[in-house]
């Protein structure tokens, strides 16, 4: 970010390194950032000229014709401008190439912004420290989420996790029995767990905070917003269907000592006893080696204690200690060891044979312990062959394709314990292969073993894009004779192919892999980092962080300014300096926070709020007058001076003076939702008006 005013001419030069669909897209991008007096200046480096052009006036939006040679060497990057470029993209297909091509790049211009394709995250992090200014990005790891949610259903449109909490953006209609929203003032769904992103109804042309402050919400409205998924009891049905690890919130701020009184009072209580005899039953239940083993050893006790007490009685001049360890070789077959040591002529007949079949029957229960053993192991040793999981009858997602993209797919479907199969054209040697069913062959012949027909969500994410639609339509059409809906999600690599299906399949989702990238890619070029994206009202939002510097667009704004003057949504704040009470971390932080230098901030963002955010061009707020009275009690208007300064963004001795002249007037530049805070912040303290000039 930059704080250049856009009524003076300024322009900045970027570099695209292959022009491949990703460099492509991330030209058309960039160009999106030029806006008044704000120019896009780029240019392109490729080793040949693209044979598939994804725009068809794609010449226009280059500076200069394409410069063909290797983006690695100095000569080449001089003429496409590196000494005065603001940042440089390298986003050829081969990570090499890439890496050096950007350690090129930093030794000609210490200064530029380098934003690599690279999924080598140890490498990245390397470069990133060494190097400065470096953005390292993987094209299949920030669409892959857009594909997971996508299986999800239920409303999910992002799912991505900053810190240790998980974040979870939902679209929903309100139903007559949802007291969550029904009847409540949009302002107010404003919490500390989930906030309102959008009310797309009400003005579909801007992507986030449609809404006036008086809006309410009714009963059909389209509502989407987002929510913690550890705390905000709307994802409980989550946690029953195992989709997360549900963890209790009483086992928060309990001393040592309690925690010890607690388990001695669960370990002596009988419930305690009782609940671990019932689960030994069941383990024993369980197996029917487990049967068998416990009754050998019954069995071997009571042999034992037989044989003693046989022995010590019958055989003249014999110790406890000793007839108990005669039994005990008995048992383990050693019957020729024991009466090979003993006269034969002091110890009975009837006692040999009694010995003898001692050992016969504990040989027995040993062979059979030994062979339950011996079978374990190999039946372990060869189960891979032979194994196969139980595959899910009806609500399951069926991920078509297993190259990079599907695997990191599988990655975050099974991290969040949702029931899916696998179907790839060839097999894999990885963690999933024994966890997940998983079929492989002639994908079109082995999607009819998935139970095709009641599957919740089909992802066709292969690298044949015909392939994908293929078996996107078969699925449609199977699920179509059960009278089933299925969610579809495929895999293009065509932006116009990707329009095409959202009229012949408008119910399924279309994903260009690179075009959504590209949006990433372009967004860090300024100097950001995005650490995931998703697909709202047919456009791509970004979750992008922010560090707060000296001359930044945002600093000294409030996050309510922020929000309403760029049209985004601050999700996550986390303070350079600590607040009063030692806090710096704040997720939905509160609209009255102030930006400082060294802050860092995420928020939702599509490129349009991007470039608002680079340009520093808010939206005009309107011009109010606030006319208050003195109060009742005068020790309030400290209190009350703070709230104005805080909500309106005004000086805080300004807000003090004013407060000291009662009754007065003062005009206020402040958003419509801003305006309605202040006056309902203020009127519990003192006598107000508030209205637009």
């Known amino acids: 970010m930059n704080s250049n005013s856009v009524t003076s001419p300024v322009r900045d030069r970027f570099i695209v390194c292959g022009l491949g669909s990703l460099g492509q897209h991330s030209v058309f991008n960039l160009k999106k950032f030029a806006y008044g007096e704000y120019e896009v200046k780029i240019s392109a480096i490729d080793k040949a000229s693209p044979e598939i052009m994804e725009f068809d006036d794609f010449s226009n939006l280059l500076d200069q014709p394409i410069i063909i040679g290797d983006c690695r060497r100095s000569e080449i990057l001089i003429e496409a401008g590196i000494l005065d470029c603001r940042a440089i993209l390298l986003v050829t297909s081969n990570e090499n190439i890439n890496i050096e091509a950007a350690i090129s790049a930093r030794r000609l211009n210490p200064e530029v912004n380098i934003v690599v394709r690279s999924s080598r995250q140890n490498l990245n992090q390397l470069l990133k420290e060494q190097l400065g200014n470096f953005v390292a990005l993987d094209p299949v790891e920030l ?13 999910t449109l992002g799912l991505f996790q900053i810190g240790d909490r998980k974040l979870r953006v939902v679209e929903a209609s309100v139903h007559q029995d949802d007291y969550r929203f029904l009847r409540t003032s949009a302002y107010l769904l404003h919490k500390k767990h989930s906030r309102l992103l959008s009310l797309p109804e009400i003005n579909p042309d801007r992507l986030f905070l449609q809404w006036q402050a008086d809006t309410q919400i009714q009963i059909g409205d389209k509502i989407v917003y987002i929510e913690s998924v550890e705390n905000d009891f709307a994802t409980r049905k989550f946690y029953r269907q195992g989709y997360y690890d549900e963890v209790s919130v009483h086992q928060v701020n309990i001393s040592p000592r309690t925690k010890i009184r607690q388990q001695l009072r669960k370990v002596t209580s009988s419930k305690f006893w009782q609940s671990k005899w019932h689960q030994t039953i069941a383990w024993f239940r369980a197996a029917q080696s487990r049967r068998l083993a416990f009754f050998g050893a019954i069995t071997a006790m009571i042999l034992m204690v037989i044989s003693s007490i046989v022995m010590y009685i019958n055989v003249p001049n014999i110790s406890l200690q000793k007839a108990i360890s005669i039994s005990m070789i008995l048992l383990l077959g050693g019957y020729g060891d024991v009466f090979g040591g003993l006269q034969e002529d002091s110890v009975p007949a009837w006692v040999t044979a009694f010995c003898l079949s001692i050992t016969l029957i504990s040989l027995m229960f040993l062979l059979g312990v030994v062979g339950l053993i011996a079978d374990s192991i190999l039946s372990s040793k060869f189960e891979f062959f032979k194994r196969t999981l139980p595959l899910p009858k009806r609500d399951h997602i069926i991920l078509i394709g297993f190259g990079r993209l599907g695997q ?19 097999p894999h040697d990885c963690d999933l292969a024994d966890k997940v069913p998983w079929f492989t062959g002639n994908i079109i012949e082995e999607l009819s073993k998935t139970n095709l027909s009641s599957a919740k969500s089909i992802l066709s994410v292969t690298d044949d894009q015909m392939l994908n639609l293929e078996a996107a339509l078969l699925a449609r059409d199977a699920s179509h004779k059960v009278n089933r809906q299925v969610n579809l999600a495929i895999r293009t690599y065509d932006r116009y192919f990707s329009e095409n299906l959202a009229e012949l399949l408008p119910n399924s989702q279309s994903f260009c892999a690179y075009a959504l990238s590209a949006e990433a890619f372009a967004g860090a070029a300024f100097g950001e980092n995005m650490l995931s994206l998703f697909r709202l009202n047919q456009r791509t939002v970004l979750v992008a962080e922010y560090t707060i510097t000296r001359n930044d667009t945002l ?3 409030n996050l309510s300014q922020i929000a309403y003057g760029y049209t985004v949504v601050p999700i996550y704040l986390k303070k350079y300096s ?14 009255d926070e102030v930006m400082k230098v060294g802050d860092r901030l995420i928020l939702l963002a599509s490129i349009s709020g991007l470039r608002r955010i680079e340009l520093g061009n808010l939206h005009l707020p309107k011009r109010w007058q606030l006319r208050a009275k003195p109060p009742l009690n005068s020790r309030v208007l400290l209190d009350a001076g703070n709230k ?11 807000a003090r003076r004013f407060m000291e002249s009662l009754p007065a007037a003062i005009e206020l530049p402040m958003y419509d939702i801003q305006a309605y805070r202040l006056g309902q912040a203020l009127i519990r303290l003192l006598p107000i008006k508030i209205y637009p000039l």
């Not at 989420?145 to 999800?152: D, E, N, Q």
């Not at 600590?578 to 609209?591: N, R």
Request: charged residues 25%; proline residues 7%.
């Open 644 to 654: 104005l300064k805080n909500i309106s963004g005004c000086d805080l001795e300004l």
């Open 578 to 591: 600590p607040k009063a009470d030692g806090h710096t971390d704040f997720y939905m932080p509160s609209d």
């Open 143 to 155: 669409p892959a989420a857009s594909f997971a949610v996508a299986g999800l259903g239920e409303g």
């Open 555 to 557: 600093v000294d704004k």
């Open 408 to 426: 990191r797919i599988a990655d975050l479907l099974f991290k969040l314990k949702l029931p899916f199969v696998i179907v790839s054209e060839n």
